[in-house]
Nanobody, 119 residues
Framework: QVQLVESGGGLVQAGGSLRLSCAVSGSRFSINTMGWYRQAPGKQREMVAVTTSGGTPTYADSVKGRFTISKDNARNTVYLQMNSLKPEDTAVYYC?????????????WGQGTQVTVSS
């Protein structure tokens, strides 16, 4: 059984920073793609940042220059460093992983973590 566990959300003032973490646990898996998505109330879920095993990361235009996605391969953990936060960044942030588990390809989501940016 593979699980994604998120942490790091919370309440922060505009201009502040947060670092989200997403740890993948399990066995017999390899990571194809990992990324962060967010959904605000009444809005569609949107991609925030995505990385791959060997590729360069992709960011939503709204977060370029402020957010950074990174991975610690030894710990099977992906991070989202969020700087210069704005009220419009307020959303539930979800970690996503596209994995090879055994001989099959599977997609997993974290439980979501609330990020609230106050003005």
């Amino acid at each position: 059984q593979v699980q994604l566990v998120e942490s790091g959300g919370g309440l922060v003032q505009a201009g502040g920073s947060l670092r989200l973490s997403c740890a993948v646990s399990g066995s017999r898996f390899s990571i194809n793609t990992m990324g962060w998505y967010r959904q605000a109330p009444g809005k569609q879920r949107e991609m925030v940042a995505v990385t791959t095993s060997g590729g360069t990361p992709t960011y939503a235009d709204s977060v370029k220059g402020r957010f950074t996605i990174s991975k610690d391969n030894a710990r099977n953990t992906v991070y989202l460093q969020m700087n210069s936060l704005k009220p419009e960044d307020t959303a539930v942030y979800y970690c996503n992983a596209d994995l090879r588990v055994g001989v099959v390809r599977k997609n997993y989501w974290g439980q979501g973590t609330q990020v609230t940016v106050s003005s």
